[in-house]
Each structure stands twice: as C-alpha cells, then as structure tokens.
C-alpha cells in the first residue's frame, strides 16, 4: 500500500531537518554549548542562596526556552540572565523577594513584547547606528572580561560572589593553577577562535600547499576539534564531588513542585520600579539589538528585531510565574557559545536538554553541585565569551566610527550603564552628522555664490 505526505507535512519535516543539522562537528558544537555558563551559573547559584530563587523551575523552564529558540532562530541563540535585576536583587539592601524578582522580569518582558508586537524596536534597531551598538558591544565584552580577571585573581564568596580582599592561592582545587592550566588548554586548542572557520581552506588555501602546509593544516584541525569548554567544564563538575563528597548524601531526586507565585501590587511596584527601569534599556540594547548585529556579523543571518524582542517578552510571560529566572538574549551568550565551536541552533538544543535533566533528576538541590564549582574554571570561560564580543567592534575602519564608538564604551564603562553610554554615543553620532551637514552647506552655498557671480 502505497503512503503519501501531505506538502505541509513534507514542509515541516523539511523545516525540522534543516534545523537539526550540524554546521560544525558534534565535539565542536557541544563544547559551543557551555560557551556562555561562565555567566549563567555565577547569576543563577547567586539568586537561589541569596533570593531563594527556584532553580529547579529555573533549569526546567530555561531548558525549554533553549530548544525552542534554538529551532526557531536556527542559531546558538543564548538563554541568559537578565543582569540588571540579578544585580539589583542581590547588592541592594534589602534583598528583592522571588515575588518581586518576577514581577521585575515580567515588567520587563511585557515592555519588549510591546515594542516588538508595534514594531517599534525594528523602527529602533533600523534608527541606531552603528558605532553606537558597536560601542555598547565593546564595553559589555570589557565588563565581561574584567569580571573574569576577578574571577581568576581573588577568592570568592560563592553566596554573594563579591571578591574578597586576598588573592586566590595558586594551590588547591580552586587555585590559581588550575585556573591558568585551563586558560591555556583553551588557548592551545582553540587559538584566536578562527581556527574551526579556516582550517579547511581560508588563511591557509594555497593552490598546491607544501607539505609542510598540510601538516599545520591538519594540525590545527585536530586542536580545533578538541572540545575543550566542554572538558573544562565537565573537570569543574568533577572537582564539586572532590572537594565535597558529602554533596552526595545531599543530593535528592526529583523535580521541585511547581508553584504559581502570588505577586502583589507593592511586589509589581518594587520590582518595577528598582529593578526593571535600570533592565529595560540594557534588554533593548544588548538582548535585542546587539544580538541581531552580532548574529549577521558571525553567522551572516541578520534576525529580525520584532522577533527577538517578542521572544524575550513571551519567554518571561510564562517562566517568571512559575519562579523561573527572568531571562534575555544576550550578545555576550552568543559571542562565547560561537567562540567555542557553536555554528548552528542544534548546539543550545544539546544544552536545553542536559537542563532539563537536571532539572528534572536533582531539582533544587542541584545548588549543593554547583555552590562547589570553581570560580576560576568560570572566569576562564567567561573571558573568552568578553573577549570575543568585544572583538565585534573590529570593523569599525573610519576614525570618526571608532570615534563614536569608544566615547561610547568609555562612559558606559565608567558609569556602569549601557543606556547612558547609550545616550552619549547617539548625541555625539548627531553632533558629528550636524558638523558635516553644516560644512556641506556651507560649501554648497559658496559654490552656489561664486556662480551666480560669474554668470553676472
């Protein structure tokens, strides 16, 4: 008996394979999938000790949110924190509640889904220019960066990860060493992060290579297949157990029960009010808009604004509810999964994957792993994550463009925000335009001038 398929079957189907292809080798792509954990365990293990976040919910629901954006957008979309209220809910006195955490999240997410539903951050993403994305771009890497440093250099208290005032010692199992014997694996493995890109053909395609060519070649093709974020990452994992065996008599099985959260109106008006203002121009600007140029610079697949900023709104509009994180796209996420061999959406589906397990196997006890993890480890994977995207800024090729984009970095480092950065970037991009408009016409009027004359 013979079957047939439908078209719109056979269109699904053939939506659905194309999304599960591998761009990159299987090692590439999974060690691409921890490239932005360096970030995300820090923020996460911070909010469950210190606002009692619910990390089961958080894993479970952030599990889903990476394998649907990772089908829907086809690239290693990031699953990331939303910074600014982890930031507020752990460093202010008093501390914010789960309740007010999520009304600040859902705050935030209602505002992007707006302005992707009206098509205003498509209006926006098509009005900033350049330079100034470029300029935010480049001080979130440097922020990335310095942060890992700190990581790397000065013992951390891992329940509010504030550095303490002694160096880390170069012993132990969160020493020093172990922190720069995992830098430098990195970087013998990996290199300047172009290797997986060229070592086919690229800087080395010569029309008849010399032996000698062909031996770096194939060098350079194994290093570059070596998984090393995922090695590193899985030794982190090992090291919790040895420095804390009894975490396996507190380990227990099993999701946590899901809970609706009961938000009130002072929770909304706290939550809004210390935490979704300062968060709402960094999603705009580094969850949004800076992930789609990032993702045409890396990928040459320019998304669209509308859907990325509905993405964020939708996510949050479900999870925040139930406890869950609040959660963005973040260029940085995106810079560090690609930096360790991530090319295609398959690679944060792996991810949401080995979330969901965890979620679902260990629930919130999983916090008793992770509270062990060393902090070195995650330094070296998030200044590799800050260093590739900040290296976006390198096509800026006029000395106006780099102009604008370093004043921007420069205040937005200096302020600790990206909207006032932001801001200053856009009023001197206006200035440098108003100069060059005003001497233009200047000109045009003397031309204009001196030909009346002549014809007189």
Same mark, same amino acid.
């Given at each position: 008996?013979?079957?047939?398929?439908?078209?719109?079957?056979?269109?699904?189907?053939?939506?659905?394979?194309?999304?599960?292809?591998?761009?990159?080798?299987?090692?590439?792509?999974?060690?691409?999938?921890?490239?932005?954990?360096?970030?995300?365990?820090?923020?996460?293990?911070?909010?469950?000790?210190?606002?009692?976040?619910?990390?089961?919910?958080?894993?479970?629901?952030?599990?889903?949110?990476?394998?649907?954006?990772?089908?829907?957008?086809?690239?290693?979309?990031?699953?990331?924190?939303?910074?600014?209220?982890?930031?507020?809910?752990?460093?202010?006195?008093?501390?914010?509640?789960?309740?007010?955490?999520?009304?600040?999240?859902?705050?935030?997410?209602?505002?992007?889904?707006?302005?992707?539903?009206?098509?205003?951050?498509?209006?926006?993403?098509?009005?900033?220019?350049?330079?100034?994305?470029?300029?935010?771009?480049?001080?979130?890497?440097?922020?990335?960066?310095?942060?890992?440093?700190?990581?790397?250099?000065?013992?951390?208290?891992?329940?509010?990860?504030?550095?303490?005032?002694?160096?880390?010692?170069?012993?132990?199992?969160?020493?020093?060493?172990?922190?720069?014997?995992?830098?430098?694996?990195?970087?013998?493995?990996?290199?300047?992060?172009?290797?997986?890109?060229?070592?086919?053909?690229?800087?080395?395609?010569?029309?008849?290579?010399?032996?000698?060519?062909?031996? &770096?070649?194939?060098?350079?093709?194994? #290093? *570059?297949?070596?998984?090393?974020?995922?090695?590193?990452?899985? $030794? =982190? !994992? @090992?090291?919790?157990?040895?420095?804390?065996?009894?975490?396996?008599?507190?380990?227990?099985?099993?999701?946590?029960?899901?809970?609706?959260?009961?938000?009130?109106?002072?929770?909304?008006?706290?939550?809004?009010?210390?935490?979704?203002?300062?968060?709402?121009?960094?999603?705009?600007?580094?969850?949004?808009?800076?992930?789609?140029?990032?993702?045409?610079?890396?990928?040459?697949?320019?998304?669209?604004?509308?859907?990325?900023?509905?993405?964020?709104?939708?996510?949050?509009?479900?999870?925040?509810?139930?406890?869950?994180?609040?959660?963005?796209?973040?260029?940085?996420?995106?810079?560090?999964?690609? &930096?360790?061999?991530?090319?295609?959406? #398959? *690679?944060?589906?792996?991810?949401?994957?080995?979330?969901?397990? $965890? =979620? !679902? @196997?260990?629930?919130?006890?999983?916090?008793?792993?992770?509270?062990?993890?060393?902090?070195?480890?995650?330094?070296?994977?998030?200044?590799?994550?800050?260093?590739?995207?900040?290296?976006?800024?390198?096509?800026?090729?006029?000395?106006?463009?780099?102009?604008?984009?370093?004043?921007?970095?420069?205040?937005?480092?200096?302020?600790?925000?990206?909207?006032?950065?932001?801001?200053?970037?856009?009023?001197?991009?206006?200035?440098?335009?108003?100069?060059?408009?005003?001497?233009?016409?200047?000109?045009?009027?003397?031309?204009?001038?001196?030909?009346?004359?002549?014809?007189?």
């Amino acid at each position: 008996m013979e079957t047939t398929t439908t078209p719109l079957l056979s269109g699904r189907c053939g939506w659905l394979r194309r999304r599960l292809r591998l761009r990159n080798p299987l090692s590439s792509e999974l060690s691409g999938a921890v490239g932005d954990l360096g970030t995300f365990i820090p923020i996460v293990l911070t909010l469950t000790l210190v606002s009692n976040l619910d990390l089961s919910a958080t894993l479970i629901f952030t599990g889903f949110y990476n394998i649907a954006t990772g089908l829907l957008f086809d690239i290693p979309m990031p699953v990331q924190p939303m910074k600014s209220i982890a930031a507020v809910a752990v460093s202010e006195t008093p501390h914010l509640t789960p309740s007010q955490i999520a009304a600040a999240g859902a705050s935030t997410a209602a505002t992007l889904l707006l302005l992707g539903a009206t098509g205003a951050m498509s209006f926006l993403y098509n009005l900033i220019p350049l330079p100034v994305v470029r300029g935010v771009q480049l001080s979130q890497g440097l922020q990335f960066a310095f942060t890992a440093i700190k990581y790397v250099r000065y013992d951390y208290d891992t329940a509010t990860l504030k550095p303490s005032s002694s160096p880390r010692s170069w012993l132990g199992l969160d020493g020093l060493i172990l922190a720069l014997a995992a830098l430098l694996f990195i970087i013998l493995s990996t290199g300047s992060g172009t290797d997986r890109d060229c070592a086919g053909d690229g800087d080395f395609a010569e029309s008849s290579p010399s032996n000698e060519a062909l031996s &770096r070649r194939r060098r350079l093709r194994l #290093l *570059s297949s070596i998984p090393s974020a995922l090695i590193v990452f899985f $030794v =982190g !994992l @090992v090291l919790c157990f040895i420095r804390d065996p009894s975490i396996f008599k507190d380990l227990k099985f099993g999701p946590s029960k899901f809970k609706i959260l009961k938000i009130t109106w002072e929770d909304w008006k706290i939550g809004f009010a210390r935490a979704a203002i300062p968060q709402i121009p960094l999603s705009v600007l580094n969850s949004v808009i800076a992930v789609c140029k990032l993702s045409n610079d890396l990928f040459d697949k320019e998304l669209s604004a509308t859907t990325v900023s509905v993405s964020v709104g939708v996510m949050n509009l479900i999870g925040c509810w139930f406890g869950a994180m609040p959660v963005c796209h973040g260029a940085g996420g995106l810079a560090g999964q690609y &930096r360790f061999g991530a090319r295609s959406g #398959l *690679s944060v589906v792996f991810l949401g994957v080995g979330k969901l397990i $965890v =979620g !679902l @196997v260990f629930g919130n006890s999983f916090v008793r792993i992770l509270s062990q993890f060393p902090i070195g480890i995650l330094g070296v994977l998030l200044l590799f994550a800050g260093i590739e995207l900040a290296m976006a800024s390198k096509d800026m090729n006029t000395k106006e463009d780099s102009f604008i984009m370093l004043v921007c970095a420069a205040v937005s480092m200096t302020g600790s925000s990206a909207a006032l950065g932001f801001g200053c970037g856009v009023v001197l991009y206006l200035l440098l335009k108003l100069r060059t408009l005003d001497s233009s016409s200047v000109a045009r009027s003397n031309d204009d001038s001196e030909t009346a004359s002549h014809v007189a």
